[in-house]
């Protein structure tokens, strides 16, 4: 296959046989061609499974990731809440952010100050006090960018709610019609 001596060989055979010199340079050449074939699929299985191995290893990294926020984003409640009942009121939120050492770790999640009554009323489902769920899944969505899910999910209830108010007026327009 490397052709090595290969036209010696080919000269003793065709005395005997005169075509036998298209053989040999066809089966040659078929066999370049498959051996080309065999290495450029070679290289392309290692390159395919290093691609699925660092996709996994990625994922495996940002796991890790989300777990490390996951933890920062305990140890920051554990902080804020000074009388350890488990929530957060305002006044502990408030103060979280005058504290130095707590205002560096709102900034670092891209909080300021000024965000403070805003950001609690966010996280608050209405009974004035923070529980660490409300906490962990409000900061966990409120981190990085908006996804286009999340987007079409506020889409769809401002839409929903414009219909409702749209049929409780035209009711009431009936209502009032009725009336004399």
């Given at each position: 296959l490397t052709m090595d001596s290969f036209h010696?060989?080919?000269?003793?055979?065709?005395?005997?046989?005169?075509?036998?010199?298209?053989?040999?340079?066809?089966?040659?050449?078929?066999?370049?061609?498959?051996?080309?074939?065999?290495v450029t699929a070679i290289i392309v299985?290692?390159?395919?499974?290093?691609?699925m191995n660092d996709h996994e290893t990625a994922a495996a990294e940002k796991a890790a990731q989300q777990q490390r926020e996951m933890a920062e984003l305990r140890k920051?409640?554990?902080?804020?809440?000074?009388?350890?009942?488990?929530?957060?009121?305002?006044?502990e939120f408030r103060?979280?952010?005058?504290?130095?050492?707590?205002?560096?770790?709102w900034t670092m999640l891209d909080f300021q100050a000024d965000e403070g009554r805003e950001l609690f009323d966010l996280l608050d489902n209405g009974d004035g006090v923070i529980s660490t769920t409300e906490f962990f899944e409000g900061l966990s969505r409120m981190r990085g960018s908006a996804q286009a899910k999340d987007l079409y999910k506020v889409h769809k209830a401002i839409t929903e709610l414009r219909l409702q108010m749209k049929s409780f007026f035209d009711e009431d327009r009936v209502v009032l019609k009725d009336r004399p």
């Open positions: 010696s060989f080919i000269r003793d055979i065709r005395v005997y046989v005169s075509w036998s010199w298209l053989y040999w340079y066809a089966y040659m050449a078929v066999a370049c061609f498959v051996l080309m074939n065999l299985e290692n390159a395919f499974t290093n691609s920051l409640f554990l902080l804020m809440d000074t009388d350890g009942d488990g929530t957060l009121c305002w006044d103060d979280s952010f005058s504290d130095p050492f707590m205002k560096s770790r």
